[in-house]
């Protein structure tokens, strides 16, 4: 399975500023996706990044708020913006293989906002 | 919409004793059914997965059967060890797998006493 480096691995922001959020995947991978993990809950999909089309946002999150991009198979990045008290969470990266049904993930990113 | 139950902790059990954490789903379909383990200052690994009914997922001594009938998705391991300490969650995907994010349950933290 593929090795994925997230970064960073933590950061303090103030609230009101953005912060952009980096996964590289070690191969080309189609299907990216990314989570949010507020302290004590479960993960919770924001959105699917594929390469070449938009993110497809879940319930509750949107562009504005949580803009993704997706330039090629290995990379994408996730902006957390205008950031909010509220928003201090761990962001976490996955991908997704079609061959055998599993899932990777990156090691995550932990957020404080101030 | 989707979602996973599984029963929430801590569950503190003494080593060598028998474990097992429920899990229940709702979901359209037949999904692919997964465990995941996160241990103390890691990110998340997968445990274990089936993708159809009456599969069983097994690894690290741990089990875990698909129900379609009674829609479960249980954990079991027969003699657990200081060092299966960690939070474990239950998640599921109605696509056959890596096509689509995963839905997760709220996690259950086990701790086990030497």
């Known amino acids: 399975s593929a090795v994925i480096s997230q970064k960073p691995s933590r950061d303090i922001c103030q609230r009101g500023t953005s912060l952009t959020i980096q996964c590289q995947v070690d191969s080309q991978v189609t299907m990216m996706f990314w989570y949010r993990q507020q302290p004590g809950q479960s993960l919770t999909l924001i959105a699917t990044?594929?390469?070449?089309?938009?993110?497809?946002?879940e319930s509750g999150f949107v562009i504005d708020k949580f803009p993704i991009s997706r330039p090629n198979l290995t990379f994408s990045t996730l902006t957390v913006s205008n950031m909010s008290p509220e928003d201090s969470s761990i962001y976490l990266c996955?991908?997704?293989?079609?061959?055998?049904?599993?899932?990777?993930f990156g090691s995550g990113t932990r957020l404080t906002v101030v | 919409g989707n979602s996973v139950t599984q029963m929430e902790g801590p569950v503190t059990l003494s080593e060598e004793a028998f474990l097992t954490i429920n899990c229940t789903y709702t979901?359209?379909?037949?999904?692919?059914l997964f465990w995941y383990v996160q241990y103390p200052g890691e990110g998340l690994q997968l445990l274990l997965k089936?993708?159809?009914?009456?599969d069983k997922g097994s690894n690290k001594g741990f089990e875990a059967t698909y129900r379609k009938e009674t829609t479960s998705f249980h954990l079991e391991k027969g003699s657990v060890q200081v060092s299966d300490s960690a939070v474990y969650f239950c998640?599921?995907?109605?696509?056959?797998?890596?096509?689509?994010?995963?839905?997760f349950g709220k996690g259950t933290h086990l701790i086990i006493q030497p």
């Open positions: 089936a993708t159809k009914a009456d």
């Open positions: 998640a599921l995907t109605d696509s056959g797998g890596g096509a689509d994010g995963l839905t």
């Open positions: 996955s991908v997704g293989y079609l061959a055998n049904y599993g899932y990777t």
């Open positions: 979901a359209t379909g037949y999904p692919s």
């Open positions: 990044a594929n390469q070449g089309s938009e993110a497809t946002y």
